[in-house]
C-alpha cells in the first residue's frame, strides 16, 4: 500500500499537534496549513517539524486560510491528500462574541470554502478525499443533558453559530455531492498544550505561579458552568477512526463526565496543597452575554461504532496539567532569581 497523506489546518494548534504526532505513528505523510505571518507560531509541534532538507520526517507546512479560497485549492493541488483534518478556526467562545463577523467568516464560511475546494479537487483529479470537520459541544447551547448526536442545536454564541453552520455545511456536502465528510462533535478536551487564555490552562497555570509566588489572584468568570472535560490526545484518535469508516458519519465525542469550573479549581489548587478561595476573584468582565451552564457528552454511537474510548480520567488531566505547569512556573521562578543574583553580582 502507498503511503496516505493527510492535510491537518490548525496544525500550529492543541488537537493539530496531537493528531500529526498520531498520523506520523501510524505511518503517514502529514502537510499542515499554516496562516501567513511575520512569526509563525510553531511550538507545539516544534518537537516534529524538521527542515526536510534536514531530516526524513515526514512532516510539512503549506501557507493557507480558511479565509481564502484560492489559497486552499492551491495547498490541495499540492499536497494531494487522502484525508483533510479541519482544525482551524477562531475557536474562543468569549472572543466571538467582540470579533463576531470574523468569527463567522473563518469558523463558519470558511467550511464551506475548503469543502468547495475538495469538491473541486475530486471532481479534477477523480480521487476520494475523506473529510473531518471539527464540531463542539457548544453548538448545543441551552440544550440539556446529556447531549447526543439526535439533540438539538441550541447555540448562544458567535463561535457556536458559526459551528452549527459548519456542521449543516459538512452534512450537506456529504448528502449532496457524496464527499466522505465526518463530523466530531466534541466536548471540551484540554491538556498541558491548550492556550493559556482557555480556562482549564488560565486555572492550572496561575495555581503554579501562585504556589512559586509568582502571581497572587486569579481572576475568572462563571464558576458554575459545568463541561465535560477530555484529554486532547484520547480526542484526536476519534477523529482519526472517523476517517477509516467506510461510511461518513457525526460522532459525539465525550467522557460521560461533568464538572463544574468550581471542582476544576478544587482539583488543581488540592492537588498544589492550596485552597482555591483564597486567591480566586470572580470578575464580571469574564462572562459570556448568554451563557452555557451544563454540557453533558453521551458518546455512545462513537464506543459502539468506532470502538473508542478516552484514556485519561478527570483526575488524570487535572495531575498532568497542573504538574506540567507546576514545572514551568519553577523553571520561571529559577530564571528570575538568577536574573536578580546576575544584577546584583553587575552592580557590585
Known amino acids: 500500500m502507498s503511503q496516505k497523506c493527510a492535510l491537518i489546518t490548525g496544525i500550529t494548534g492543541q488537537d493539530g499537534s496531537y493528531l500529526a504526532e498520531l498520523l506520523l505513528e501510524n505511518g503517514y505523510r502529514v502537510y499542515g496549513m499554516v496562516r501567513r505571518s511575520s512569526s509563525v507560531e510553531k511550538t507545539r509541534i516544534d518537537h516534529l517539524y524538521r527542515d526536510p532538507h534536514v531530516t526524513k520526517v515526514p512532516l510539512y507546512l503549506e501557507y493557507g486560510d480558511l479565509a481564502d479560497a484560492s489559497s486552499m485549492r492551491h495547498v490541495l493541488t499540492i499536497v494531494q491528500p487522502d484525508e483533510v483534518y479541519n482544525l482551524a478556526a477562531q475557536s474562543h467562545v468569549r472572543v466571538s462574541f467582540d470579533q463576531a463577523e470574523y468569527t463567522f467568516d473563518v469558523t463558519g464560511s470558511g467550511v464551506l470554502r475548503l469543502l468547495e475546494a475538495i469538491r473541486d479537487y475530486r ?57 466522505h465528510c465526518s ?22 497555570r496561575a495555581a503554579g505561579l501562585i504556589k512559586v509566588g509568582l502571581q497572587k489572584k486569579l481572576f475568572l468568570g462563571n464558576l458554575e458552568a459545568k463541561r465535560d472535560w477530555g484529554h486532547a490526545k484520547d480526542y484526536v484518535e476519534a477523529m482519526w477512526l472517523m476517517l477509516q469508516q467506510d461510511a461518513p458519519d457525526d460522532y459525539v465525542v465525550a467522557t460521560g463526565e461533568s464538572h463544574s469550573v468550581t471542582e476544576f479549581l478544587d482539583a488543581v489548587f488540592s492537588h498544589l496543597g492550596l485552597n482555591w478561595q483564597e486567591y480566586v476573584t470572580t470578575d ?20 459502539r461504532i468506532l470502538n473508542w474510548r478516552p484514556k485519561h480520567s478527570f483526575r488524570d488531566l487535572v495531575r498532568i496539567m497542573t504538574e506540567h505547569d507546576l514545572e514551568l512556573a519553577e523553571r520561571e521562578a529559577h530564571a528570575m532569581q538568577f536574573r536578580k543574583s546576575s544584577s546584583l553580582i553587575l552592580s557590585i
Open 284 to 303: 464580571p468582565y469574564y462572562f459570556r452575554p448568554t451563557e452555557v451552564d451544563y454540557l453533558l457528552g453521551d458518546s455512545s454511537k462513537a464506543r
Open 183 to 204: 463530523n466530531g462533535i466534541l466536548f471540551n478536551h484540554e491538556s498541558e498544550r491548550r492556550g493559556e487564555n482557555f480556562v482549564t490552562r488560565k486555572i492550572t
Open 123 to 179: 471532481d479534477t483529479a477523480n480521487k476520494e478525499v475523506r473529510f473531518y470537520q471539527a464540531s463542539s459541544s457548544e453548538m448545543f447551547g441551552s440544550s440539556l443533558p446529556p447531549q447526543n448526536e439526535d439533540t438539538p442545536f441550541r447555540p448562544r454564541s458567535p463561535y457556536a453559530v458559526a459551528k452549527v453552520a459548519s456542521y449543516w455545511h459538512t452534512a450537506n456536502y456529504r448528502e449532496a455531492y457524496h464527499l
